[in-house]
């Protein structure tokens, strides 16, 4: 039993210190991208290659003044931070990063991640609410409704996902996908050669793929749903107020949020660490930074959607799509399996 | 003590300070997060028994999506302490910390008459495939009454909030 | 029969409501310009197609035989045998609730057309839905299926009470009802979890059958575990809610004023006989063997509720406040036959014994029930009737009623007589079955304080009907009608006198209704 929790433990603080020493790298990637994207350079001074930007980022974080606004409710200022970051990294326990490479894997994997994202919101609405701003306050608002509506289109693909693999568990969601594509077809198995068993090349999935991704951005709070901190008009939105590492605790927390999703969304639609010739890990980060390329992508090519056009995305089209996407697929199943063993 | 049992008693106690926090506190915001994190450790106690779908759906629907609600409403109205106005209800409190001491020691007493104990190993251990199978077998019924509960009240809260036409 | 001639059988009005109500709700939708009677129309057709479906079950011969051996042969969903029941019980009930429904649609219309100006398709998919949650509550054998058809009828009587959107009287009604509801519901939820922490099952016959060897071929009663009787108790605070018992009664005079009229009527016909039904179901049937723990608390709630609701009666100037405490009494004297149960009777119900004919007060009770709902109908038909002309339902309203309306005065007259308990009408057999069967049981304390509470009952039921007869009217004009109001009327009182002068074959219908079980609620079913 000891010994159990022991490994636990160390398997745990071995994920989390890989993702954690990994995000300044991301930040960099994202702030270099960005640069070539805009026809500039981006940091390139600290280091080669500008390679230690982030780190000296940090140092510069950590000498700042620690500011408490006047009439903020001080231990939710305090913990507000904190409830961001944490359940960010909570989440990666249960990604299968390889076919031995998963800390946990629990039999809710898909519902866990689910609902440690639902519990990442509280952070962000406290920090919003504690601060005693209004323009902190507004990003509050908006963030919680945001998640909650999208929390809904997004819990529905991947309702699509279990339905299609069959179960809760991400490791057998990954092994699901092992193999060349297949699928039901008059009453038959086809075997499709040279095609990978991925649920992003299943027609019956692209609905919950697309669902999911938008979902995910908005989730993450980053563009173009990044209404939260909407610069031109709230500042920096429900983080205004905090300053040196506190304001570096949500920065972290943003950007293992965008793993977090990336993570899942190979997992869950690109067949995980599948890959053939390369070792598994290897395909696994490989898919992840290609996710991860999306986002910085559509950061940079996408303007802010207005907030009422984000409400209506969420709930008009993304939902009833979803919805559909289900049903479709229980149509489907029908099919497979005949209406008379029901 | 086993690391179960450690847990158990942190969960529980942390489960009963979270409900008095959420009674006592005067700040609706406080009372709604002590909720929240009442309601977490009633998740960490079933998360013991081995019910660990039930526990992830006690955090997603109440922890995450029905406080994040009531938490945004109270923020929206931003209530304050002195905005409650006088508390005329103040009489009652005898009264109700009487009959709260009453039902708490009967629930008690029922209870321990079940025959409580600490059971070392989780006593629930129900897959979330074997859960949908008992209700699409078994509670197929109250499953299909549950959704038209929901229903009723989605159509009962668009007639309620609905603008006049016109108007 | 085939499982699925067998299913749609059973679950007939069930099935037929459910679709109607979608219906309503989706026809307004594709037809936004429908003239909004054509709904009024289809509720009254949902309601009397729910009634002939319950006929057919009854009627028909061999469905108890086919459902037997269905469930042996595991035809029968499992599922259904566990959580729903077809039983006396249960169908009589629901003709009772679809009879009192069918009056409610028929006072409906004129109503809504004068005084809702929204959400008018939408009335009546929640009344559809709120009857169809009654059928499921009268029918529910199991307490998980029990707690949510009891929330799906709260919360569709929460919106309807709030229906009238400029009036704060309506929301302050549909505001604490929800308050009493949702607490009372909690601790009924509460309750359940600890019978079932006591018993290891939520199937009410697996209970009952855990029982019954302590029960014992004598009938004497035993004590019950303690866990069980509190989660009774508990469960206790939700039915008593529903039936607006004596202490759960606060929410009933203020929602009863608020609410729409029809759905006022509605609380207190439809959804009591189906909460009496349901207490019925739980403590006479499921929990039988453990009388001897729950029936001095009944009688003594009995004694208190008719006893509060009478002697607050008699301040009332809002007429409809005045049904509310009157309809708070008569569920008084409605226990006074829960508690004159007895274990023996509960060994006829299972035909352990013979029957044993007068001293049993359950077939006495929907005696009763159906008197009430004719006579409360009736009652509430001429409400409605002088309401609808008036605007408003204060006692000046029926100053002068004989001279503007000779027809609506007698009629609301002859339902308060019954309501009295004035022989040859219903409400007059009821208590006699009652109180006799109280008196046959020991209880005579009892049967005394419902006689002294009929005498006080008369002062505030005859004050309004002399001010019907011997005031001068406020205004001289006529009070007129529709057909529909004043025919919902004339059914009551007619219905209330039938029953009261066919005693013996309603009184044998209500027994048979009891014996001739469809469904036996067979405790070897697991």
Known sequence: MAEEVFWGILKFVIVLTCVFLSIPFVILAERRFLGFMQDRYGPNRVGPGGLLQSFADVVKLLFKEEIIPAGADKALYLLAPALVLVPALCTFVVIPFGPNAQPVDLGIGVLYILGLASLGVYGIVLAGWSSNSKYAFLGALRSSAQMISYELAVGLAIVVVVMMTGSLRLGEIVNEQAGPLRFWWAGQLVEVPFLPNWLALKPLAWPALLIFLVGGFAETNRAPFDLPEAETELVAGYHTEYTGMKFAMFFLAEYANVLTVSAMTVTLFFGGWHGPLLPPLVWFLLKMSLVVFLFMWARATLPRIRYDRLMQLGWTALLPVGLANVVALAFYHILKVGYGTI | MSVGQVVFWLAAVGAVLGAIGMLSSPNPVHSALFLVFSLFCVAVVYLLMGAEFLAIIQVIVYAGAIMVLFLFVIMLLNLKRDEFGQDRLFRQYPVSYLATAVLGAVLTTAGLAVGLRFSEEPTLLVPADRLANLLFTKYLLPFELASLILLIAMIGVVVMVKRPRGG | ?526
């Not at chain 3, 003709?95 to 398709?121: C, H, M, S």
């Not at chain 3, 009527?265 to 207490?279: C, D, E, N, P």
């Not at chain 3, 060994?347 to 009770?365: H, K, R, V």
């Not at chain 3, 006080?456 to 529709?482: D, G, K, Q, W």
């Open chain 3, 1 to 526: 029969m085939t499982f699925k001639d067998l299913f749609i059988l059973l679950l007939g009005p069930e099935l037929w409501l459910t679709f109607l109500g979608f219906f309503l709700f989706t026809l307004d939708l594709i037809f936004p310009r429908a003239p909004k009677k054509v709904f009024g129309l289809l509720t009254l057709l949902a309601f009397v197609g729910g009634l002939v479906l319950v006929a057919a079950q009854v009627l028909s011969p061999d469905l108890a035989d086919e459902v037997r051996q269905a469930a042996q042969e595991n035809r029968l969903g499992y599922w259904l045998v566990t959580t729903f029941s077809l039983d006396g019980l249960a169908t009589f009930s629901k003709g009772a609730i679809f009879i009192g429904a069918i009056l409610i649609a028929l006072v409906t219309v004129d109503y809504v057309e004068k005084n809702l100006r929204e959400g008018i398709p939408e009335f009546y998919g929640l009344m559809v839905f709120s009857v169809l949650a009654l059928c499921f509550m009268v029918s529910s054998v199991e307490l998980i299926t029990l707690f949510l058809a009891i929330e799906f009828a709260s919360i569709s009587s929460y919106i309807l009470a709030a229906y009238l959107r400029g009036d704060p009287k309506s929301s302050e009604a549909a505001m604490k009802y929800f308050l009493v509801g949702a607490t009372t519901t909690a601790a009924g939820l509460y309750g359940m979890s600890l019978i079932y922490a006591g018993t290891g099952t939520t199937y009410l016959y697996e209970m009952t059958a855990q029982f019954m060897p302590q029960l014992g071929e004598t009938g004497v009663a035993f004590s019950p575990p303690l866990p069980v009787l509190i989660g009774l108790l508990m469960m206790l605070a939700t039915l008593g809610f529903k039936v607006a018992m004596v202490p759960f009664h606060g929410w009933c005079p203020d929602a009863y004023e608020g609410a729409p009229t029809p759905i006022t009527a509605f609380l207190s016909v439809a959804s009591k006989i189906a909460g009496m039904a349901t207490l019925m179901r739980v403590f006479a049937s499921g929990f039988g063997p453990l009388s001897a723990g729950w029936v001095p608390i009944l009688a003594f709630l009995s004694l208190v509720t008719m006893t509060f609701g009478n002697l607050a009666a008699l301040w009332q100037t809002n007429v409809k406040r005045l049904m509310a405490y009157s309809s708070i009494s008569q569920v008084g004297y409605l226990l006074i036959g829960v508690a004159a149960f007895s274990p023996s009777d509960f060994q006829t119900l299972l035909g352990m014994s013979t029957f044993q004919g007068s001293e049993m007060a359950l077939p006495g009770i929907f005696y009763f029930l159906l008197g009430y709902a004719f006579a409360n109908m009736g009652a509430f038909a001429v409400i409605i009737w002088v309401e609808n002309w008036e605007g408003a339902t204060d006692r000046e309203s029926f100053e002068g009623l004989a001279q503007r309306s000779p027809v609506a005065a007698a009629l609301l007259t002859l339902s308060f007589l019954s309501l009295i308990g004035i022989p040859p009408l219903a409400g007059f057999f009821g208590k006699f079955f009652l109180f006799g069967a109280a008196l046959s049981r020991g209880l005579g304390w009892l049967a005394i304080a419902g006689v002294v509470n009929s005498v006080i009952s008369a002062f505030y039921y005859l004050e309004v009907v002399r001010r019907m007869y011997f005031f001068p009217p406020r205004r001289p004009e006529r009070v007129s009608t529709s057909l529909m109001v004043s025919s919902a009327a004339v059914l009551g009182v007619v219905g209330a006198f039938a029953i009261g002068i066919l005693t013996e074959p309603a009184y044998q219908w209500a027994m048979a209704a009891f014996f001739d079980v469809v469904f036996a609620p067979n405790i070897s079913f697991r």
